[in-house]
T-cell receptor
Framework: AQKITQTQPGMFVQEKEAVTLDCTYDTSDPSYGLFWYKQPSSGEMIFLIYQGSYDQQNATEGRYSLNFQKARKSANLVISASQLGDSAMYFCAMRGLLSGGYQKVTFGTGTKLQVIP | DSGVTQTPKHLITATGQRVTLRCSPRSGDLSVYWYQQSLDQGLQFLIQYYNGEERAKGNILERFSAQQFPDLHSELNLSSLELGDSALYFC????????????FGPGTRLTVT
């Protein structure tokens, strides 16, 4: 079974500061992928960043970086230089492998980030 | 705009009824994923199709079924609807069988009364 845990239901950050959103995971799959998605109040889901379990380097996409610590089973999202438009719900997700070659995607419960001017 | 379209945007129906949600993936994308987002269950992966074939299955109820057609659009059929099926249903698409970058549609808001 696989599980994603996001322990911060809500967070505040000052505009232009960096913020870290926590995500821990549990899986027995040898190979898996970790994602972060952003969901603004308008409801759409926006892909932000991906980290493969065998990737040596931490993933970065513009102001987003994923702090991947495999031994601790954590995949925290770091947003640098926060902007007002970053205010949204953020979901951590994992894709793992089931028997028979099927894949399963599991989402965390989300963290609501509010950026303060 | 992700390029993924979903219809209808809103749907209100009664318990026991059957509805069909439609999704058109981005041009060229072969994989379609369906997700359910509800207040009590959060975001749940339902099912994935790749080029017309079922590729992965998540927490999809037996009352629900999906298919992907030769033109790559997909439909999610929900039958014998219950109040608890009220949720936002997302479709997402990606280019490959195992692609990690999925593009989400705007969702269909289903309300069962």
């Amino acid at each position: 079974a696989q599980k994603i845990t996001q322990t911060q239901p809500g967070m505040f950050v000052q505009e232009k500061e960096a913020v870290t959103l926590d995500c821990t995971y549990d899986t027995s799959d040898p190979s898996y992928g970790l994602f972060w998605y952003k969901q603004p109040s308008s409801g759409e889901m926006i892909f932000l960043i991906y980290q493969g379990s065998y990737d040596q380097q931490n993933a970065t996409e513009g102001r987003y970086s994923l702090n991947f610590q495999k031994a601790r089973k954590s995949a925290n999202l770091v947003i640098s230089a926060s902007q007002l438009g970053d205010s949204a719900m953020y979901f951590c997700a994992m894709r793992g492998l089931l028997s028979g070659g099927y894949q399963k995607v599991t989402f965390g419960t989300g963290t609501k980030l509010q950026v303060i001017p | 705009d992700s390029g993924v379209t979903q219809t209808p945007k809103h749907l209100i129906t009664a318990t026991g009824q059957r509805v069909t949600l439609r999704c058109s993936p981005r041009s060229g994308d072969l994989s379609v994923y369906w997700y359910q987002q509800s207040l009590d269950q959060g975001l749940q992966f339902l099912i994935q199709y790749y080029n017309g074939e079922e590729r992965a299955k998540g927490n999809i109820l037996e009352r629900f079924s999906a298919q992907q057609f030769p033109d790559l659009h997909s439909e999610l059929n929900l039958s014998s609807l219950e109040l608890g099926d009220s949720a936002l249903y997302f479709c997402a698409s990606s280019s490959g069988r195992n692609s990690y970058e999925q593009y989400f549609g705007p969702g269909t808001r289903l309300t069962v009364t």
